[in-house]
Nanobody, 123 residues
Framework: QVQLVESGGGLVQAGGSLRLSCRINGPRSGDYAMAWFRQAPGDEREAVSCFSWNGAFTYLPDSAKGRFAISRDYAENTLYLQMNSLKPEDTAMYYC????????????????WGQGTQVTVSS
């Protein structure tokens, strides 16, 4: 069974930065694609970015792609999301998710989820 534990959220002013972390625990953890999703109040949960053996993928609009960077430390079983130049519209609960092998931008294709970490950006 795979378990995901996120950390790193918080309150930050617009223009600031945060780095989210997600540790994956379980057998064959390196075989899983790991992704970040986010969900703002009243909105659908949307894919942010994913990292697996076949590469890193970003699913957000172009306005966000240059501000967010995903990385993964396989030795530490940890996924990261570096978020820079944060905007109030980035405020959301950020979730870590995992699925076997390949990345996907579709929420329903992920089997395992973390509890989420709140990111709040003040204007």
């Amino acid at each position: 069974q795979v378990q995901l534990v996120e950390s790193g959220g918080g309150l930050v002013q617009a223009g600031g930065s945060l780095r989210l972390s997600c540790r994956i625990n379980g057998p064959r953890s390196g075989d899983y694609a790991m992704a970040w999703f986010r969900q703002a109040p009243g909105d659908e949960r949307e894919a942010v970015s994913c990292f697996s053996w076949n590469g890193a993928f970003t699913y957000l609009p172009d306005s966000a792609k240059g501000r967010f960077a995903i990385s993964r430390d396989y030795a530490e079983n940890t996924l990261y999301l570096q978020m820079n130049s944060l905007k109030p519209e980035d405020t959301a609960m950020y979730y870590c998710a995992a699925r076997f092998q390949r990345c996907s931008g579709t929420r329903d294709e992920y089997n395992f989820w973390g509890q989420g970490t709140q990111v709040t950006v003040s204007s």
